[in-house]
C-alpha cells in the first residue's frame, strides 16, 4: 500500500477540485501562479504547470492541505517538497518552525 496520497491523482483532477474550492482567482492569488491570473483555463494551465516544477509543487502542496490534511503522510509530503526546494538554490524559508501556508478565506 503506498502511503502518499497524491499517488493516483492526475493533474488534471487536482486542478479541477481546486478551482471547484478556490475558483481561478483566488488560487492566482494564493498561489502567486500567473497562469491562474490572466485568462486561467484549465488546458493552458496543465500544460504550463507540466512544464514548472516549482509551480507544480505550489499547487500540489495547496492540494495536500486543502482536500488530504487528515491523511498521516501528507505533513512529511509537503516537508520533502520544501526540502527539494531548499537543496535546489531556492529561496530559503524564514520560519524556524517549518513551512506555514497562508490561510484561505472561505466566502
Not at 490572466?38 to 500544460?47: A, G, I, M, V
Not at 498521516?72 to 509537503?78: D, G, N, Q
Not at 527539494?84 to 513551512?99: D, L, R, T, V
Amino acid at each position: 500500500m503506498n502511503k502518499d496520497p497524491l499517488h493516483g491523482v492526475k493533474l488534471e483532477n487536482i486542478l479541477i477540485d481546486l478551482e471547484k474550492k478556490f475558483g481561478w482567482k483566488t488560487m492566482g492569488e494564493t498561489l502567486n501562479i500567473n497562469c491562474f491570473i490572466n485568462n486561467p483555463r484549465l488546458k493552458s494551465s496543465l500544460k504550463f504547470l507540466r512544464k514548472t516544477p516549482w509551480a507544480r509543487k505550489k499547487v500540489e502542496i495547496l492540494y495536500l492541505k486543502t482536500f488530504c490534511k487528515d491523511n498521516p503522510a501528507t505533513s512529511e509530503l509537503i516537508r520533502n517538497f520544501i526540502e527539494q526546494k531548499n537543496n535546489s538554490g531556492s529561496a530559503k524559508i524564514k520560519s524556524e518552525k517549518g513551512f506555514s501556508w497562508p490561510t484561505i478565506k472561505s466566502k
